[in-house]
């Protein structure tokens, strides 16, 4: 069974309680995929990209101030604990010496505080994007369900990957 039909997740109840649920479910997805990677594989390339597993779950804590905090809540960029400030390249960089633990904790943080800032809006009320122009929202939690989705696939993949290059240990008898 996927997580979508997880038997404790809600399969009815109002749009707003879906939507969130359904965000809730792909941010757990992400952080689950890199559950048990070493720090020197969450950082390990396979695609020529900047997207590694620790980048992945960097971005999204950048995407989460930047729909939640930044556009939702008009919290300055000076006043957020985190880069918010654009996505691509820069959103997935990842300090030397910042560990998986580390990177996920701060993510952590970033989704909970999306969803304070969430909780004082409803679905139909808008803010300013500087690039997509008015979004409500309702728009917000589509768009960072899509995003996470994507990402926690790739970091899925990724992390599938890594752990077939780990070398088999036989512990029965020859």
Same mark, same amino acid.
């Given at each position: *069974?996927?997580?979508? %039909? ?8 109002s749009e707003r309680?879906?939507? &969130?649920?359904?965000? !809730?479910?792909?941010? /757990? ?7 048990? %990677?070493? +720090? ?10 900047l997207t590694t597993?620790?980048?992945? =779950?960097?971005?999204? /804590?950048? @995407?989460?101030?930047?729909? #939640? $905090? ?7 960029? +000076?006043?957020?604990?985190?880069f918010a400030t654009?996505?691509? !390249?820069?959103?997935?960089?990842? @300090?030397? +010496? &910042? ?6 904790? &701060? ?10 800032? @969430? /909780?004082?809006?409803?679905? !139909? !009320? ?17 768009? *960072?369900?899509? &995003?996470?989705?994507?990402? /926690?696939?790739?970091?899925? =993949? %990724? ?5 077939? $290059?780990?070398?088999?240990?036989? #512990?029965?008898?020859?």
């Amino acid at each position: *069974m996927t997580s979508a %039909l997880d038997p404790g997740r809600p399969f009815t109840g109002s749009e707003r309680e879906l939507l &969130e649920n359904t965000l !809730d479910l792909n941010r /757990a997805g992400i952080v689950a995929a890199v559950a048990g %990677l070493t +720090d020197t594989e969450a950082r390990e390339k396979l695609v020529p990209s900047l997207t590694t597993p620790i980048s992945l =779950i960097k971005h999204c /804590a950048a @995407a989460e101030r930047i729909w #939640f $905090q930044r556009t939702l809540a008009g919290i300055s960029v +000076d006043d957020i604990d985190g880069f918010a400030t654009t996505g691509g !390249d820069a959103s997935f960089h990842v @300090a030397d +010496d &910042e560990t998986l633990d580390d990177v996920i904790a &701060e993510y952590k943080a970033a989704c909970a505080r999306s969803r304070q800032c @969430a /909780a004082r809006y409803s679905l !139909d !009320d808008t803010a300013q994007h500087r690039i997509a122009g008015t979004v409500s929202l309702r728009f917000i939690y589509v768009n *960072m369900i899509a &995003e996470v989705a994507r990402h /926690a696939g790739h970091a899925d =993949i %990724l992390a599938e990957q890594l752990r077939a $290059q780990r070398p088999v240990t036989n #512990f029965g008898p020859e």
